[in-house]
């Protein structure tokens, strides 16, 4: 099961907003096939791995270890489940079940009902964290919102003007085009598009770049800045105007819960994760009304002496990292 985690992973950044999904068959104690789902629209891991089989013969003597449960409906592709019960597989070893709806246990039964034996909860935890993003988004109705920033060893995101470059180091920075490549969408706030005039795009890491979002409720920055060169969908969160042309959209939402509006819209985008990379009173928002599920905090020896203070989270870091000068503390909500 472990080895199916470590191949889904593989999926990551690609198949959003399927679940990122790894498979292993084995027979007598040998691995025989083996495989992920590798694109969104494209073949699920089972199919893959059966695909992996050189003796198709052996599957009826054959386990299957999946890291989600099987699905069980017609999407983009036809349901796994009823693969597995054309091939007549042995037994099933399912690490999670499938919360959304349309699967939620009928894909297990699916197999019960078929005479194949099933195995759940194997790494579960470890499954349900790897798709943590679906999750999120299947239980929450929201995307999964990963927070990330760098501050200097006194506790400053930026200096009194807003400037904040550069305090992490050079591999910090390329970890974050990494990331980028893996998240559905990026997101920053007005005084970030407006001091720092980002691209948001991946430029230091090999992958797609992910779908800009900008919040700028009165519409204050420059049509000519990076943001709106209509090189990547880019949405701009906003008070006073809805429109759309040539991979810019402007959305029109309530002051109201604005946060929670922009979220809602996301979710009905099927935008699944969102990055968001500043400045820090959007940081603090999102932290105040505990809308985040993971941070990611670079800590950097360098020193501003005053300025703009970091975002504080009460909880522990789960995870630390020591990167060149930096330190990565990642946190989970």
Known sequence: MQRALDLAELGRGHVSPNPIVGCVIVHNDKIIGEGYHQKYGGAHAEVNAINSVSNPNLLSESTCYVTLEPCAHFGKTPPCADLLVAKSVKRVVIASMDTNPLVGGKGIQKLKDAGIEVSTGVLESAARNLNSRFFTMIEKKRPYILLKWAQTADGFIARNNFDSKWISSEQSRMMVHQWRA?????????????????????????????????????????????????????????????????????????????????????????????????????????????????????????????????????????????LQTDVLKIYRH
């Open 182 to 322: 893996e998240e559905d969408a990026i997101l920053v706030g007005t005084n970030t598009a407006l001091h720092d005039n980002p691209k948001l795009d991946v430029r230091d890491w090999h992958g797609d770049s992910p779908l800009r979002l900008v919040i700028d409720r009165h519409l204050r920055i420059p049509t000519d800045f990076n943001l709106f060169d209509r090189n990547l969908p880019t949405i701009v969160y906003n008070l006073k105007k809805a429109e759309e042309s040539n991979n810019l959209f402007l959305v029109k939402i309530g002051e109201k819960d604005f946060l929670q509006n922009m979220l809602a819209d996301l979710y009905e985008r099927k935008v699944q994760s969102v990055l968001v990379e500043g400045g820090s009173f959007l940081l603090n928002s999102l932290i105040a009304l505990g809308l985040w599920d993971e941070a990611r905090v670079f800590e950097c020896p360098v020193l501003f002496n005053e300025g703009i203070m970091a975002p504080s989270l009460k909880d522990a870091p789960s995870e630390t990292v020591q």
